[in-house]
Nanobody, 119 residues
Framework: EVQLQASGGGLVQAGGSLRLSCAAS????????IGWFRQAPGKEREGVAC???????YHYAGSVEGRFFIDTDGPNTFYLQMNNLQSEDTAVYYC?????????????WGQGTQVTVSS
């Protein structure tokens, strides 16, 4: 059974950093793409970062490129390092896994973790 559990959200001032973690089980990172999505109030869910299983390529949304970084640590944990956070980054963040990197959907989801950036 695929399980994902996100953690690490919180309140941070603009310009600060946060590191989200996702504990994964029930699958291999070689089999599924892994990534992070976010959803702000009143907005559609968007993919922000992903590592493709097919070729190990990293993908980032334009709005976070150069500030957010996705990476893994061993076979069961992946992270989203978020730097220079801005108020528009405020959202619930979800870790996810699926057959491929997508900007809007995934096959498996963790629970969300709230990130709030104060200006």
């Amino acid at each position: 059974e695929v399980q994902l559990q996100a953690s690490g959200g919180g309140l941070v001032q603009a310009g600060g950093s946060l590191r989200l973690s996702c504990a994964a089980s029930g699958f291999s990172f070689d089999d599924y793409a892994i990534g992070w999505f976010r959803q702000a109030p009143g907005k559609e869910r968007e993919g922000v970062a992903c590592i493709a299983a097919s070729d190990g390529a990293y993908h980032y949304a334009g709005s976070v490129e150069g500030r957010f970084f996705i990476d893994t640590d061993g076979p069961n944990t992946f992270y989203l390092q978020m730097n220079n956070l801005q108020s528009e980054d405020t959202a619930v963040y979800y870790c996810a896994a699926g057959d491929y990197c997508s900007t809007s959907d995934a096959d498996y989801w963790g629970q969300g973790t709230q990130v709030t950036v104060s200006s």
